[in-house]
């Protein structure tokens, strides 16, 4: 018998790789397929991380405890808060509400509590579980009563709505659909946002009511797909189970679900019957190629990390970072949203095959249409959840780029300032009110709590409300010999690092809208330590001090820069990343974008509004003024407190407006015209209008 700490300690020492020439990973590998190993022990409850990988062989550092930190002010502190103050809460009334789209509803009536017929999504399970963990997440920091009992009254319901074999999925428990007739069904989707909100609610809480219950269901789903079922070897859509399985395994150390994570990932793409929507036309570890559901890739790509971390598989491993090259060369949206298609065709280029139908789908190389982007939130922070875990895998900060780069854009984009409205879609530009919106498009941010007009399909707001509540962690990681920060914003950290030493360290800053992070050690080891700094791959002389001294050596751009020493308490550490505004162009091969820029300044991407233009002027007579000077404006009423790029530039004249679809080239005439370009995460805050990114250039 094995723990998973004996996996580790093979796997670090190479015993039997030593003996019999076999390479560390096969030993877990090996152990994890024979099922050696008991139930998990008193360490694997000890941690309070989003995902749990202290005693995981093949990582570069571990996450912060959820309560281990949190901002202490600014821009996320003030998300955070909101987060707390309204979106949980109101988000919570709205889920009760039998015409909203995902409903609590669902498992009163699963549960024999009331009378009545299944409505909404059939993934409405799945975003109820989604509330819970953002819940438990939020009260690992507050402690609030009521949340616990919020939390506490769901928990029941769904251990009533549970089947005596485990099986829980309400749109069909309530229907005469029958379990597991159609991958559409979103059961493992459901199931597995149980499995990962359960092993974070007792992380947080320390209670195992919901525990129990995913147990329950996890040892139900290994027999079914234990024998791996060639009917059952694409279920399902939007896999999440792969990363819940993971999870439980690492919250009880049962090796079971491991080995049941790995042959979700395994059977995927083994039948002939796959699809490119759906992630199975190929096995994963042959995958070249990011095509298909964006939402249903980056839900497999996470799970597959997940595996990874445990396994060290290089085959997986190579896969996802070919994966990963593929998507970020060629088909990722400079906001960091990765579906450019509502609907299309899969379009692969090294693979001749007849393409597949897809919807909410990368696009083909360079297939980056801006109005009619999909950007699905839950795509969107999919993507940032992935290059986290890639993260993990690999501590190459390129990864935190993209993780920053959603962040910061494509997710906040789609959560209103106020915290209670949502947009599904993320586009690049929004047109005329008179050109028609594409499927799950909105003219403003859905509002949470009207029943009147209840939203389609709710998997995003929660999806926000969980990350937004878990944001702090994915700023932080702990190794043996030091501390990571990956993302900047005013907070605190107290923490212990793996091997036992406290540490203690306080940022103080007004990332995004200024480079200037001063980081103070209050609490530190005796013995010299690592504090690695992420350079972001967008800064341009970056520039450190210690205690006042300027660091002389490299501070390279798109890395961790590492400080070693022995610390005091009292140290400081001052980091200044420059944030002059950046002219962005695409690559010539994005059609749209060519003669066209994008406005950055740090990690955020800003657009025009056409609020901002003088009345009368059309937001497509606009053009960029490439050697125009800019102005960086702090605007502290404006959308909540932003600051603001104002520049001139050019309006075509009135008079050469162009009305036919098509003319003869003429020279146009151009008019000055101020310009003020506002965060894109803010825009449609101030009511509807037209919005646009990308900006031609005179
Ligand atoms: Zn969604």
């Given at each position: ?387 986290w875990r890639m993260l993990l895998l690999t501590g190459e900060a390129k990864y935190a780029d993209v ?157 961790y820069c590492e400080l070693r020493r022995r610390w005091s308490a009292g140290d400081t550490v001052e ?124």
């Amino acid at each position: 018998m094995k723990s998973n700490q004996d996996i580790r300690w093979f796997a670090r020492n190479n015993v039997l790789g030593n003996v019999a020439g076999i390479s560390p990973m096969t030993v877990a590998l090996v152990l994890i397929a024979t099922g050696a190993g008991p139930v998990g022990t008193s360490s694997f409850a000890a941690s309070k991380a989003i995902v749990d990988v202290s005693a995981s062989p093949h990582v570069k550092f571990r996450p912060i405890d959820l309560d281990a930190a949190r901002w202490t002010g600014g821009f996320w502190g003030d998300r955070w808060e909101t987060n707390r103050r309204v979106t949980v809460p109101t988000m919570k009334q709205v889920m009760e509400l039998p015409n909203n789209a995902a409903t609590f509803r669902n498992l009163r009536l699963a549960a024999g509590e009331i009378q009545g017929k299944f409505s909404g999504n059939n993934w409405s399970d799945g975003d109820c579980y989604k509330w819970i963990e953002a819940a438990a997440s939020v009260f690992a920091l507050t402690r609030d009563p009521e949340l616990e009992r919020q939390m506490d009254e769901a928990i029941a319901i769904i251990a009533k709505a549970q089947a005596s074999d485990g099986y829980i999925s309400t749109q069909i428990q309530l229907s005469e659909k029958g379990r597991w007739t159609n991958l559409n069904h979103h059961e493992l989707y459901n199931m597995g946002h149980l499995l990962t909100a359960a092993c974070i609610h007792h992380r947080l809480t320390g209670k195992s009511n919901f525990l129990d219950i995913a147990r329950k269901l996890a040892d139900y789903l290994y027999t079914v797909f234990e024998p791996r079922p060639k009917e059952l070897a694409h279920f399902c859509f939007n896999p999440s189970n792969i990363m819940g399985a993971a999870e439980l395994y690492r919250t009880t150390g049962d090796q079971k679900y491991l080995r049941l994570a790995g042959i979700f990932v395994t059977m995927r793409g083994s039948q002939p019957d796959g699809s490119d929507l759906n992630q199975s036309k190929i096995r994963l570890r042959q995958e070249k190629e990011a095509v298909g559901h964006a939402v249903t890739a980056t839900y497999l790509w996470c799970g597959a990390a997940d595996v990874c971390a445990e396994t060290g598989e290089p085959a997986l491993l190579a896969a996802l970072q070919g994966l990963w090259d593929d998507v970020t060369s060629s088909k990722m949206y400079i906001t960091g949203g990765t579906a450019a298609l509502h609907h299309g065709a899969s379009q692969r280029t090294l693979l001749k095959q007849k393409p597949d139908l897809v919807f909410e789908a990368f696009g083909a190389p360079y297939q980056l249409p801006n109005r009619t982007a999909y950007n699905e939130t839950c795509a969107n922070i999919g993507n940032a959840m992935w290059n986290w875990r890639m993260l993990l895998l690999t501590g190459e900060a390129k990864y935190a780029d993209v993780m920053e780069r959603v962040f910061y854009n494509s997710m906040l984009s789609a959560i209103g300032l106020e915290g209670k409205d949502y947009f599904y879609s993320n586009p690049l530009r929004r047109g005329p009110a008179d050109v028609p919106l594409m499927t799950q498009d909105s003219a403003q941010r859905w509002p949470d709590t009207t029943p009147a007009s209840p939203v389609r399909c709710f998997c995003c707001p929660p999806s926000l409300a969980r990350t937004i509540a878990q944001l702090h962690t994915y700023a932080y990681g702990l190794s043996a010999d030091g501390v990571w920060i990956h993302l900047y914003g005013s907070g605190r950290l107290d923490a212990s690092l793996p091997g036992g030493a406290p540490i203690t360290l306080s940022q103080q800053t007004d990332y995004p809208w200024d480079g200037k992070i001063t980081i103070r050690l209050e609490k530190t080891p005796p013995v010299e330590t690592a504090l690695r700094l992420r350079i972001p791959g967008w800064v341009s002389g970056a520039s450190i001090k210690i205690n006042g001294q300027r660091f002389t050596q490299e501070v390279s751009p798109g890395s961790y820069c590492e400080l070693r020493r022995r610390w005091s308490a009292g140290d400081t550490v001052e980091l200044d990343l420059p944030m002059p505004v950046a002219l962005m162009e695409s690559h010539p091969l994005v059609e749209e974008n060519r003669n066209h820029l994008a406005v950055m300044r740090g990690p955020l991407v800003y657009c025009l509004e056409e609020k901002d233009l003088p009345p009368g002027i059309a937001i497509e007579d606009v053009r960029l003024v490439r050697a125009a000077k800019w102005t960086v404006r702090r605007e502290p009423t404006l959308l909540r407190g932003v600051t603001v790029l104002e520049t001139q530039a050019k309006r075509l004249s009135q008079a050469k407006r162009v009305d036919a679809l098509y003319r003869r080239a003429a020279d146009d005439s151009a008019e000055p015209v101020s310009l003020r370009l506002i965060p894109y995460y803010a825009w449609s805050n101030r009511g509807e209008g037209q919005m646009t990114v990308w900006l031609p250039v005179w």
